[in-house]
């Protein structure tokens, strides 16, 4: 029995870790979440690899970058979620 309920909470956490964070009507009209979102061309030329897609979000630095790339991820999609989290930015 515990074997079994120490799988389920390992699924679980796994589950749980891959949802892409809602983008709100309110976010999508946001300056931060616009920089993230038009930058759509850029992220398909980069794919998404390292940290050059970061250079594609608008930003005075690359905390404040990150800070919207972590924000804002879920209005671009799970790929880009999927990147932030690789990259570790949040």
Do not use: H
């Amino acid at each position: 029995m515990r074997l079994s309920l120490g799988l389920l909470t390992l699924w679980l956490g796994v589950a749980l870790s891959q949802t892409v964070p809602e983008c709100t009507k309110e976010m999508v009209a946001s300056d931060d979440c616009a920089d993230v979102i038009d930058a759509n061309a850029c992220y398909n030329k980069f794919r998404f690899s390292g940290t050059q897609t970061l250079t594609c979000i608008g930003g005075t630095d690359n905390k404040d970058k990150a800070r919207k790339a972590c924000k804002c991820c879920g209005c671009v999609g799970a790929q880009m979620c999927k990147w932030v989290q690789q990259q570790k930015l949040c």
